[in-house]
């Protein structure tokens, strides 16, 4: 049940005498779990809401709305979507690797099916039994977000270490032939879902495109915090060649770009990321695939849209081990504009995590503060390496900290749009 604590002057509920305090149990005789049940109900014409009024009284309100119309109210925070925590003991979990010591909001494992719709999360649908299954039919949550990483049992359970895991191909099946679109993902751990397994976890998956609309595989990523229960190994640069080669010659067969390999493979293989049509809609960007070649794109639609000029100031930008090349490749088209501009690229060693994590996302302030030495007045570090809608640093360090350490302005860059602007009034 959700208490309403605040009513749109324009609400149907108004309407029909339901007041601040008022509690919402449930719609058409089914009790309320969390805010989905509303907004589902909210986009319908016709339902039965099931309310408490606060004097205690219980009563059943049939609704009849427009399309346009809504049900217009705020509820408590009963019904906000608190994560479903994570069941698994995976063999390359990146929350397990991490170092003590963090916000307490890192070692949060979720694998919460309501969170892989609204926030685009990957789970693995070990928690989700028949209620959840009916429920994300019902309300036709889509598309979801599925973590596959093998589909041969046996490595299915070394990988992920719950027997329901076993499942999750015939639970994507089932999901598939009721409408739901999904997007799914591979971490491959070399020796374990490489070669011959991810060959057939590809095919297992193409059997039901395209409400499979996409594969994603992306190296496991290990820090130097490992407990090593499950022996695994870096993705080598031979390993990341022949991965690339697999996907492709999969993708080629089909005649559809089904499978991609995140951008972190083509690094590893020192290969260029395909051209920017092979991604299609990037809808799995967020998951790094896909992310060199936007930002590289529009660096160059950036240059074309402003004059340049000759002014002389120097710029530190600060990225991860992985992207310098892109960045220096970058900057030499920039320089084209802004020829008296010097960059001085610092790419941060992760000392913080372990020096095999080679993302900017992932670089600390702590690192930054102790490889940047004298440096320029204006320093630009990218977005990606502050929590999302804060200014902190995955190590606590806010950017103002950072400039008073580095004794420098410290820019924010939100894109290759933004880089270009920084870099026009710097």
């Given amino acids: 049940m959700a208490k309403i604590v605040e009513i749109d002057k324009n609400s149907i509920l108004l309407e029909l005498g339901v007041e601040v305090g008022d509690e919402i149990l449930g719609f058409n005789g089914e009790p309320m779990e969390d805010i989905l049940d509303y907004d589902y109900y909210d986009g319908q014409n016709s339902f039965t809401i099931n309310m408490r009024a606060k004097q205690g009284d219980k009563v059943d309100l049939e609704i009849e709305k427009l399309d346009t119309e809504t049900m217009g109210v705020t509820l408590d925070d009963s019904v906000i979507l608190t994560p479903i925590r994570c069941k698994n003991k995976c063999a390359f979990c990146f929350v397990d690797q991490l170092p003590k010591g963090l916000r307490d909001t890192l070692y949060v494992k979720d694998d919460d099916y309501r969170l892989s719709f609204v926030c685009g999360n990957f789970v693995t649908l070990t928690n989700v039994f028949k209620h959840e299954m009916d429920r994300i039919v019902k309300y036709q949550l889509s598309p979801l977000y599925i973590s596959v990483h093998a589909s041969t049992p046996e490595i299915v359970k070394k990988l992920v270490a719950n027997p329901e895991a076993v499942k999750t191909l015939d639970k994507i099946k089932y999901f598939a032939e009721h409408g739901i679109k999904m997007h799914t993902q591979i971490v491959m751990c070399k020796g374990y879902n490489d070669g011959e397994e991810l060959l057939k976890t590809m095919e297992r998956l193409y059997e039901v495109y395209p409400q499979v609309q996409t594969l994603a595989v992306v190296p496991v990523g290990l820090t130097e915090y490992r407990d090593d229960v499950t022996k695994l190994a870096q993705i080598d640069k031979e390993t ?98 802004y020829p008296n501009v010097e960059f001085i690229i610092y790419d941060i060693i992760n000392n913080f995590f372990g020096k095999t994590i080679t993302v900017a996302g992932l670089i600390t ?30 190590d606590g360090m806010s950017v103002k900290e950072l400039e008073q350490k580095l004794n420098a302005k410290v820019h924010v860059n939100h894109g290759p749009q933004d880089l270009i602007k920084l870099i026009g009034e710097i």
């Fill in 240 to 337: 990341a060649i022949k991965t690339i080669e697999l996907v492709d010659k999969f993708n080629k067969e089909k005649g559809v770009t089904f499978a991609y390999c995140s951008d972190e493979f083509y690094v590893k293989a020192d290969i260029e990321v395909p051209d920017y049509e092979y991604y299609g809609d990037f809808s799995q960007i967020e998951n790094g695939i896909g992310l060199c070649r936007v930002f590289m794109d529009g660096i160059k639609d950036a240059l074309k849209k402003v004059d340049g000029s000759d002014k002389k100031v120097t710029i530190g930008l600060i990225t991860g081990q992985s992207f310098k090349g892109y960045l220096k490749t970058a900057v030499r088209m920039i320089n084209e504009k």
């Fill in 365 to 394: 302030g702590t690192d930054i503060v102790a490889q940047v030495k004298n440096p320029p007045k204006d320093i630009i570090i990218p977005a990606t390496m502050l929590r999302e809608f804060t200014d902190t640093m995955l």
